[in-house]
């Protein structure tokens, strides 16, 4: 993203050079129009991009403790086979 962002403001940057022939080389890559709507897309797509990163990370803690919860409560079952508290695959009632 950010490489394709310098490039694109490097482009349009260049477009107004003194230099008449490279001038005209960066002016054949694309149109005004088309690097602004590019930019446009591609700060739509950035800020997608970060909303959905925030989402991951603001539900990383409760991923993680469900996922903790869920491990315990499987070596738990699998110590209390070892022991002979319990049968494989049936629910263990007290």
Do not use: Y
Not at 3 to 23: D, Q
Not at 25 to 43: F, K, N
Not at 46 to 54: I, M, P, V
Not at 67 to 80: H, I, L, P
Request: hydrophobic share 40%.
């Amino acid at each position: 993203m950010r490489e394709a962002n310098t490039t694109i403001r490097w482009v349009m940057l260049h477009n107004n050079c003194s230099n008449p022939t490279f001038k005209k080389l960066v002016q054949s890559a694309a149109d005004q129009q088309t690097l602004v709507q590019m930019i446009l897309e591609l700060s739509k797509f950035e800020s997608l991009f970060k909303d959905l990163l925030t989402l991951i990370v603001t539900k990383k803690r409760q991923v993680w403790e469900n996922n903790k919860t869920t491990c315990v409560k499987n070596m738990t079952e699998v110590s209390e086979f070892f022991l002979g508290n319990r049968n494989w695959g049936e629910e263990h009632v007290d």
